[in-house]
């Protein structure tokens, strides 16, 4: 479906202006590369915050919270993983640093929870800026309502994983089809983890801060490249069109890397603010090429790795089977 709409745009956009406006920018597109690095860093640090009790000595440092920040995204991103896939490895890796598998799954859970959050009042934001901007409130009446329908949403999810036990319920629901396991004990540990995260609120609000202003800084990507196309936005409109991205791409999150859907609503947003369909694909594809150049390096970084832990895995075994 996503690459069928962005087929769609395609063929209805001129595609040759749009590569012509593209190749306008040049290489300085480059410069949304090593930008990024404020959005993990910023990621990172929220991450932090909520892992403290659980990371004595600090054996997951910010270098390498933020590499497993890189690695999470990039699997979301880049790989059919429904984007929960990034917080599952993001378990497994910082097990390698000695960190309990039920007390990291905790703080991915809660930071998933404070994305979704995140991503409703930075849509909000938008929305205001949208029509502060001068676009009809009759044009965008359905998208806001339909905004305010799904708000019960994360105040719902909130409400259940901290009062509901939802992963022991899981298990037990189903105990009938598997039998009883060993993840019993570890669905119980994982809700009194998830519970407790939740209750320490200076952690959430000041990972919840960062969260939100790592997604407020993806703006300038839009920003920067609208002025690179000669098609210079204000800082607002840039807010706005990386603010609705944003909500949609939380909304389609079951399609991978959010082919087309994101597409989809540059164009669809762009229109207000005086960009045409060539400019908003054409921002979409330098979005993409930060997305894939950093994604790439990040898949490859953390598969080198597993590759040698398990070179040294079979060294061990062989050297244990000839004593």
Known sequence: MGLALLVALMVHADLSAMLHTFMLAGWSLLWLVPYRVLFFLLFALGWLCLLRPY?????????????????????????????????????????????????????VIAEILLSLIASYLFAALGFILLIDLGAQDHEYGALLLGLAASLPVPVFTALLLRYGSIF?????????????????????????????TLSRLPAMSTAGVLQLAA???????????????????????????????????????????????????????????????????AVSMAKRLREVLWGLA????????????????VRERTSSARN
Do not use: C, K
């Open 298 to 313: 990040s898949l490859i970084s953390w598969q080198w790795l597993e590759g040698r832990r398990l070179h040294a895995r």
């Open 168 to 196: 022991g319920r899981m298990q037990n629901w189903l105990r009938p089809l598997v039998g009883a396991t060993d993840l019993s004990e570890g669905a119980a540990s994982l809700d009194r983890e998830v519970r407790a």
């Open 55 to 107: 990371n004595p000595g600090n054996r997951a440092g910010i270098l390498y919270s933020f590499w497993v920040a890189t690695v999470r995204e990039a699997i979301d991103r880049l790989l059919p993983v429904a984007s929960v896939g990034g917080g599952v490895a993001a378990v497994r890796l910082m097990r390698w640093r000695g960190l309990d598998a039920a007390a990291v799954g905790a703080t």
């Open 215 to 281: 997604m407020v800084s993806g703006s300038f990507e839009i920003w920067f490249a609208l002025r690179l196309f000669g098609h210079p936005i204000s800082a607002e409109a840039a807010a706005v069109l990386e603010g609705v991205n944003q909500a949609i791409r939380q909304v389609a999150f079951v399609i991978p890397a959010g082919i087309g859907v994101q597409e989809a609503g540059l164009v669809l947003f762009g229109h207000s603010l005086g960009i045409n369909s060539e400019l908003a694909l």
